[in-house]
């Protein structure tokens, strides 16, 4: 199961939770337990090591969520993660979070890109959503940088969450490269605040 295997696009790699050790387990805990993560979780309690422990070896035994630390390097940055995956429709609810030292650097624009690209071109699959809190700026303005739309048909829209989609399709035509995300961030956000 696609869903089940780890990946590397050029020097990014894509570890599967089932292949962590406990280590790197309490480390992945350690970023989604803090303060400045967990604000902006679905659920925003402290999870166990217990807890997680379970949950990552409830991995191996199911086909629709998947869960990947990613690395930059040697250096891991974050994780995503496609939960759930409806297979009738080929696609994906997405998720992501940082490791907190990495908050003020561009590693999440190299997360982002990386993430929607090992979705698109690698797992094959036709459509990202994701939904994000309403308060949380640098993650929408993150997503409309990736071309991630709002979704004004989700009925979630409406409540605390921005429903967000993205297609391979609309991937294509948006033509990002991870050569200069720097530079084409920075003139998205000018662009963005003059707009506001």
């Given at each position: ?27 992945i ?7 400045d ?51 009738e ?67 979630q ?40």
């Amino acid at each position: 199961m696609f869903l089940h295997k780890s990946y590397q696009l050029e020097s990014i790699k894509f570890i599967n939770y089932i292949d962590l050790n406990d280590d790197e387990l309490q480390l992945i805990l350690t970023w989604r337990n803090h303060p400045d993560v967990r604000k902006w979780m679905y659920n925003t309690d402290e999870i166990t090591l217990t807890e997680h422990i379970e949950f990552c070896k409830k991995l191996k035994l199911t086909n629709n969520k998947g869960y990947w630390l990613v690395q930059m390097g040697n250096e891991s940055i974050g994780t995503v993660n496609i939960n759930p995956f409806y297979p009738e429709k080929n696609e994906g609810e997405w998720g992501f979070f940082l490791n907190p030292k990495h908050f003020k650097s561009d590693a999440v624009l190299m997360l982002f890109y990386y993430s929607i690209e090992l979705f698109f071109s690698e797992l094959k699959l036709d459509q990202l959503r994701g939904y994000v809190l309403k308060t949380n700026i640098s993650s929408l303005i993150l997503n409309d940088f990736f071309g991630m739309v709002e979704n004004v048909e989700d009925s979630q829209n409406k409540n605390e969450y921005s429903s967000r989609k993205l297609t391979r399709a609309e991937w294509k035509l948006l033509n990002r490269n991870s050569d200069n995300l720097k530079t084409q961030f920075a003139k998205f956000v000018k662009n963005y605040r003059l707009k506001q």
